[in-house]
């Protein structure tokens, strides 16, 4: 057998992908050479050793794909796909290859019904949301369910307990844990890591219709790297050309480091909204960067907010796929590997014009394309001044092409504006452009090179600024990684202002650029090496009347490759990491509120990926029954006995809430019914607000003797149908439900058989 299957195994590697990083050298300047995987992914992915031809289709339902592998989930990349099956539930569901029952699983959430198949190459099946099992399996799920007194249940099972062969029922298809009615069904290699099952013959799906490409999104990934001249993150909307084809209608200009994301979905003539399983990124149509979702991770599932564009999703903005990598991550499914590959920087292309193309696949090779130029260059920086009645400067860019020359009154409320092309008015090296200096307070200059790149506007003023002080605003804005700064007038600038930075004893100028003649913008990464209070002050002269303005913040960095404990709100909260916690640096920010609930710590940049946990304490004022520390609104520990709340944030950055829960759990709706042969149903629903449902502790039992009812977590209901018939008369039905903090809640009814 074990000949059998290597003679058929497909191996997926790396040389697979041998097209990569070719440059044409007209277009591209030679790129350095790629960095190995990191070894935890080559040791974890490096093949898939496993017969693909031998897994059978697992349901005896048609095959509609309702979700598909590697789609986002919340916290985890979904495993699987799922086989949707309508409104109906109790199909046939089948082992999928010769193996046995590994592993049974029940729960009120997440999976729901679950059976884990383990196989002769020690690959693993899976088989979720069920209604039931076979009965031999029920019946085993049934007697440890009334052992042990609870709902949920885990069965580890022996290889001689219950052997299957291909094609063996082994369940029943349902809606069990969370969604409709559908089946999931996962392929996991011996490392618990999933492979996409449409790789296996017998798993694939007709589909003709390729995905949508909906967004391209551009992220600038320093302090120095621009987007059509400007720092931040950037969206465009293409239009369609076709169904297949999209097009953004005018040039990108790019300078710097930036890393592009694609907002796409697949579907099939049965559903929509579904994952896209190939993108390609081609510049001057050479191959970059490829994602392919063959492999998912599972140990690090969460590590899917790297896959995605985290700003936007928080934002709302769509979920954007990163084509780049910008930190060490164990996610298996990028050509070429590497910390900074996919990161496109625009000194490693020749100046102007490139063709950039993304094609975007489903796993039947239906294909969608995106288009756009994007223009790679520097945007020029001009140097005039005004003398006479002259507009004189010299030409330190020779693809200087264009001058766009503003004035206005100061109390004019639109600029007049001129074009002149800098051929007719140059000298040399020089430049001389007469204009009319009369009725012109102030003028505005941008410079436009032959490729449409304007540079930041240049400010003169002819008549010094007068009328009222004006306002001055100061914001901050805090990124992962850097910290723009806007400087605002309702007036005009006199003059450029300065902005001086504090951090601990550490002073520094930032370097102001102008936006408008009452706007000026700087961007900054803050010290790593100081935690704590940063002050900005301002000084600027507006109107003629000197204004300031002092604004402070504090920052504390996550520094990879170090260790550090940060003290915020006068110690209350302290924070602890390692030196592998961090993927790569961050600047995380804490802010308090104090409400009827509690104590909320808001940090950010949410969902920012811990490599390792960071140890979280919060000191309250005293122990008290019903106490607990929260992530995210789950209960992560209690504070009965302690006034000092810990535990390890393992996953990412979370909120952080200290609330008290001493109310029990609430209990509505019993209904009562007795159907035929003396057995009665019962159904209640249940609720908790705060910190959640022990379900291992929700009981029902009638006349003192524990019964199994079926527990639904998604829609908070719970059913119990006998299976035996109740001897005629009363008998006292009791539902006990605890939540997390032990908060306990009975109810008792009678119930009648006659």
């Given at each position: 057998?074990?000949?059998?299957?290597?003679?058929?195994?497909?191996?997926?590697?790396?040389?697979?992908?041998?097209?990569?990083?070719?440059?044409?050298?007209?277009?591209?300047?030679?790129?350095?050479?790629?960095?190995?995987?990191?070894?935890?992914?080559?040791?974890?992915?490096?093949?898939?050793?496993?017969?693909?031809g031998d897994y059978a289709w697992p349901i005896n339902a048609r095959p509609k794909i309702t979700s598909t592998f590697a789609e986002y989930r919340a916290t985890h990349f979904h495993g699987g796909i799922d086989i949707g099956t309508g409104t109906r539930t109790g199909f046939e569901v089948y082992a999928s290859r010769d193996g046995y029952v590994e592993r049974i699983r029940v729960s009120p959430i997440g999976y729901g019904?679950?059976?884990?198949?383990?196989?002769?190459?020690?690959?693993?099946?899976?088989?979720?949301?069920?209604?039931?099992?076979?009965?031999?399996?029920?019946?085993?799920?049934?007697?440890?369910?009334?052992?042990?007194?609870r709902y949920p249940i885990t069965i580890e099972c022996s290889p001689d307990e219950y052997p299957v062969r291909k094609g063996d029922v082994i369940a029943y298809s349902g809606e069990t844990g969370a969604g409709s009615p559908h089946l999931h069904f996962e392929i996991r290699d011996p490392n618990n890591n999933f492979i996409n099952p449409f790789l296996g013959k017998g798993l694939s799906v007709n589909d003709r219709i390729s995905p949508t490409i909906f967004k391209l999104g551009i992220v600038p990934l320093d302090e120095s790297s621009l987007v059509d001249g400007t720092w931040g993150l950037r969206t465009f909307k293409p239009r369609t050309i076709s169904s297949r084809k999209f097009k953004l209608s005018q040039p990108i200009h790019i300078t710097g480091n930036i890393g592009f994301a694609i907002s796409a979905r697949d579907r099939s003539a049965e559903s929509w909204m579904?994952?896209?399983?190939?993108?390609?990124?081609?510049?001057?149509?050479?191959?970059?960067?490829?994602?392919?979702?063959?492999?998912?991770?599972?140990?690090?599932?969460?590590?899917?907010?790297?896959?995605?564009?985290?700003?936007?999703?928080?934002?709302?903005?769509?979920?954007?796929?990163?084509?780049?990598?910008?930190?060490?991550?164990?996610?298996?499914?990028y050509q070429p590997q590497g910390d900074k590959s996919g990161v496109i920087s625009s000194e490693r292309f020749v100046p102007g014009p490139h063709r950039l193309r993304i094609v975007s696949s489903d796993f039947n090779n239906n294909e969608s394309e995106l288009t756009a130029t994007v223009v790679f260059n520097h945007p020029p920086v001009p140097h005039f001044e005004v003398e006479g009645n002259e507009l004189s400067g010299f030409l330190a860019d020779n693809n200087l092409e264009k001058i766009h020359l503003f004035t206005k009154q100061f109390e004019a409320k639109k600029w007049r504006r001129r074009t002149y092309t800098v051929h007719e008015y140059r000298r040399g090296d020089s430049i001389s452009i007469p204009f009319r200096t009369e009725n012109v307070d102030v003028l505005k200059m941008i410079g436009e090179n032959k490729w449409g790149s304007a540079s930041l506007p240049l400010i003169r003023f002819l008549s010094p600024p007068h009328g009222t002080p004006g306002r001055l605003k100061v914001t901050p804005q805090i990124g992962r990684e850097s910290v723009q700064l806007n400087i605002m007038t309702d007036k005009v600038f006199d003059l450029a202002p300065r902005a001086f930075l504090?951090?601990?004893?550490?002073?520094?100028e930032l370097v102001l650029q102008p936006k408008d003649v009452g706007e000026y913008v700087a961007v900054f990464r803050p010290l790593e090496t100081y935690s704590g209070t940063r002050r900005i002050v301002v000084d600027a002269i507006v109107n003629g009347n000197e204004v300031h303005d002092l604004k402070e913040f504090s920052i504390y960095p996550i520094v990879s490759g170090h260790s550090d404990t940060m003290l915020i709100d006068a110690g209350r909260l302290r924070l602890s990491y390692g030196p592998a916690t961090a993927l790569k640096t961050f600047f995380l920010q804490a802010s308090k509120s104090v409400n009827g609930q509690g104590v909320l710590y808001n940090l950010s940049p949410l969902r920012t990926v811990l490599q390792q946990p960071m140890n979280v304490q919060v000191l309250v004022d005293s122990a008290r029954r019903g106490q607990g520390l929260y992530f995210d609104d789950q209960?992560?520990?209690?504070?009965?006995?302690?006034?000092?709340?810990?535990?390890?944030?393992?996953?990412?950055?979370?909120?952080?809430?200290?609330?008290?829960?001493?109310?029990?759990?609430?209990?509505?709706?019993?209904?009562?019914?007795?159907?035929?042969?003396?057995?009665?149903?019962?159904?209640?629903?249940?609720?908790?607000?705060?910190?959640?449902?022990?379900?291992?502790?929700?009981?029902?039992?009638?006349?003192?003797?524990?019964?199994?009812?079926?527990?639904?977590?998604?829609?908070?209901?719970?059913?119990?149908?006998?299976?035996?018939?109740?001897?005629?008369?009363?008998?006292?039905?009791?539902?006990?439900?605890?939540?997390?903090?032990?908060?306990?809640?009975?109810?008792?009814?009678?119930?009648?058989?006659?």
């Open positions: 057998m074990k000949a059998q299957v290597l003679k058929y195994a497909v191996l997926l590697t790396v040389c697979g992908f041998c097209t990569f990083l070719v440059p044409r050298t007209a277009a591209i300047l030679p790129l350095s050479s790629t960095l190995p995987p990191p070894p935890s992914i080559a040791a974890l992915y490096d093949t898939i050793a496993t017969d693909l019904k679950i059976l884990y198949l383990r196989h002769s190459d020690g690959y693993v099946t899976t088989y979720a949301h069920l209604d039931r099992f076979s009965q031999i399996l029920d019946e085993r799920v049934h007697r440890e369910q009334k052992l042990k007194e579904r994952g896209v399983y190939r993108h390609r990124l081609f510049i001057d149509d050479d191959l970059l960067f490829e994602v392919r979702l063959d492999r998912a991770p599972n140990d690090d599932a969460h590590q899917i907010q790297l896959y995605y564009e985290p700003d936007l999703l928080l934002d709302g903005a769509g979920k954007f796929e990163r084509l780049y990598v910008d930190s060490h991550n164990a996610l298996p499914f504090y951090e601990g004893e550490k002073r520094r209960l992560v520990a209690r504070g009965d006995s302690t006034n000092v709340l810990a535990a390890n944030m393992r996953y990412d950055i979370s909120t952080i809430a200290v609330r008290i829960d001493d109310t029990p759990p609430h209990i509505a709706n019993v209904r009562i019914r007795t159907i035929a042969r003396r057995l009665p149903s019962v159904s209640f629903s249940f609720s908790d607000d705060q910190s959640g449902i022990e379900y291992n502790e929700l009981k029902m039992y009638i006349d003192g003797e524990f019964v199994v009812p079926e527990v639904d977590g998604e829609h908070h209901r719970a059913t119990y149908i006998a299976q035996e018939p109740l001897a005629p008369g009363s008998h006292l039905l009791t539902i006990r439900i605890k939540d997390k903090m032990g908060n306990s809640v009975d109810l008792q009814r009678k119930l009648k058989i006659l």
